[in-house]
């Protein structure tokens, strides 16, 4: 438990290689603990490693690989930029992970799979080899979307779409913005990270506009006619923060087309918007990892098998969170963190025997339109051969009363505490 | 809890007594190892240790008690669309093991 490969064993592994690589394709069940490796210490990565290291009593060996020495959550982190919450409060650890469950933590990221020997390189050149490996990175960004736009843009004009340093800049150039100022934000096309998120981030800002500059204002040109929770956003917009908010749909502007940085304008095919603090929150695909290691298909994104999260693609791979094409699951931390519990227990099956149950898959996305004014939307889903299907659906009513919101407000908080204890331990 | 015993509850926990669940049923490991699934789904929100503001804590409670509960967000009875949404996939047994599992949590 909590070894580290030593690089004598690394040699041992090469050399072994060069003289039977078909005998390292078998898995090495047989010569001691199965290996399961997860790429990836997110909502679904890190929820997977605990549940197959806790469920399976140290049966397995779990290896995380993961490239920040802390993760913050892009769930909340809209609190955050809206002054709601600290940074530290949406930060958390791999020690318990460590010290509770025995797995093996390592900082890299990685760049490759070798699917025919089982291995994974991580950037320096470490490799570890694996029985089954998860890979979780998220996602990643089309930088070519916009004319204009690229990776060094979003140091100017940020996502803060992976939550964390991004999260910062956005944060710190809404506070040093004068009152009377414009905040921009370009909403992504689907299908994307957090479907509510955006909308959240617009009234979270809006508060806090409202309430230190107000007389600021927000536009939103939208890659999208319509959106998550519309009615009840645009019912809190009105209510809270009136005249301070204009969304565009794609069927009034047609969508950006080209960044100014200079300039400090998104052009679409006819308007162009100046803005004092610039939100790109661009297209997106699977993360770079899953692409490489060819799990993604022409979508940009995984399929799967709706059953285990198993790549139909690449064996003895399985692909979950916003990554995968879990169809009708939104790409959420809560989705992530549902399908991870449904992967632990194929791969425990698969590696230890133990008893395999059909799968059950929830999610729920809660978001808040002012303090104390909490919504949200939910399903339960299950596998069919086809796809992950939903099967029973709620979401909150427009005209709720406050003490219902006031509720739901504080039901989330208590998620966040809950579901970070179980992502984390 | 504001709740009132319903007659499917009633009915439920009496056959849960009567066919022995409650002392050492057959199957015993299979039904932990279910409810040790399907909590996944609780443990979302419900913490196994300690709890917070908004989510009570559903560990420790007698198994009837957890049941009892769990029909009545299948029915409708209590009121919280989200559990009603949990509850209405779950069979009997499902209750079972998810109150066997969380009865053994947290003590």
Redesign the interface.
């Known amino acids: 438990m909590n070894r580290k490969f030593t690089r004598r064993e690394f040699g041992i592994m090469a050399g072994a290689a060069g003289v039977a690589a078909s005998a390292l394709a078998k898995p090495a069940i047989a010569q001691g603990k199965p290996k399961l490796v997860v790429v990836g210490g997110g909502p679904g990565g890190a929820t997977v490693a605990r549940?197959v290291a806790k469920?399976s009593n140290g049966a397995v060996d779990v290896t995380l690989i993961e490239a920040n020495a802390r993760h913050t959550t892009c769930f909340f982190s809209n609190l955050y930029i809206g002054g709601l919450r600290s940074f530290d409060s949406i930060t958390h650890g791999y020690d318990k992970l460590k010290s509770n469950h025995g797995i093996n933590v390592v900082r890299g990221f990685a760049i490759g799979v070798d699917a025919a020997r089982r291995t994974v390189t991580v950037d320096g050149g470490d490799t570890f080899s694996y029985d089954k490996l998860v890979v979780a990175p998220g996602i990643d960004f089309k930088f070519d979307a916009y004319e204009g736009y690229s990776k060094a843009v979003a140091e100017t004009f940020p996502h803060a779409w992976q939550a964390g340093p991004q999260s910062q800049i956005l944060r710190r150039q809404l506070e040093a913005m004068d009152d009377g100022g414009v905040f921009l934000i370009a909403a992504p096309p689907d299908p994307f990270r957090c479907p509510p998120g955006p909308y959240e981030r617009i009234s979270l800002v809006a508060q806090y506009l409202k309430q230190n500059k107000p007389r600021s204002k927000i536009i939103a040109i939208d890659a999208k006619d319509k959106f998550s929770k519309q009615a009840l956003f645009q019912e809190g917009w009105a209510k809270y923060y009136d005249g301070m908010i204009e969304w565009l749909p794609l069927n009034i502007t047609g969508g950006v087309k080209r960044v100014d940085v200079g300039g400090k304008t998104l052009h679409t095919d006819g308007e162009s918007f100046k803005g004092d603090v610039i939100n790109i929150i661009p297209p997106q695909t699977a993360g770079a990892i899953a692409i490489a290691a060819g799990l993604a298909d022409q979508s940009g994104w995984c399929p799967i098998d709706p059953f285990t999260m198993a790549s139909t693609r690449v064996p003895h791979v399985y692909v979950i969170g916003d990554s995968s094409i879990a169809a009708q699951m939104p790409k959420s931390g809560?989705s992530a963190?549902?399908q991870a519990?449904a992967c632990a227990?194929a791969i425990r099956a698969a590696l230890t025997g133990?008893?395999a149950?059909e799968p059950?898959y929830?999610n729920?996305c809660w978001s808040l339109i002012a303090s104390g004014d909490g919504v949200?939307v939910?399903?339960?889903y299950e596998a069919t051969k086809e796809k992950i299907a939903s099967?029973?659906?709620?979401i909150s009513k427009t005209g709720e009363d406050a003490a219902t919101r006031t509720?739901t407000a504080?039901?989330?908080?208590?998620?966040?505490?809950?579901?970070t204890?179980?992502i984390f331990g | 809890m504001g709740y009132h015993w319903t007659k499917t509850a009633v009915t439920l926990i009496a056959g849960l007594c009567a066919g022995g669940f409650l002392s050492v049923p057959a199957g015993a490991d299979?039904l932990y190892?279910?409810g040790?699934?399907?909590a996944?789904?609780c443990?979302?929100?419900?913490?196994?240790?300690?709890?917070?503001?908004?989510?009570p804590p559903i560990t420790g409670w007698p198994v009837e008690a957890f049941v009892m509960v769990m029909v009545a967000y299948k029915e409708g009875e209590r009121d919280h669309?989200?559990m009603?949404?949990?509850a209405?996939?779950l069979s009997e047994e499902d209750m079972k093991a998810l109150a066997v599992f969380f009865g053994k949590q947290g003590q």
């Open positions: 549940y469920d809560f963190n549902s519990k227990l133990s008893r149950f059950r929830s729920t949200k939910g399903a339960s099967t029973d659906t709620f509720a504080e039901e989330a908080d208590g998620w966040y505490a809950g579901i204890a179980d | 299979e190892e279910l040790q699934y399907l996944g789904d443990t979302a929100c419900h913490q196994l240790e300690g709890q917070a503001p908004g989510i669309e989200l009603q949404n949990v209405r996939r």
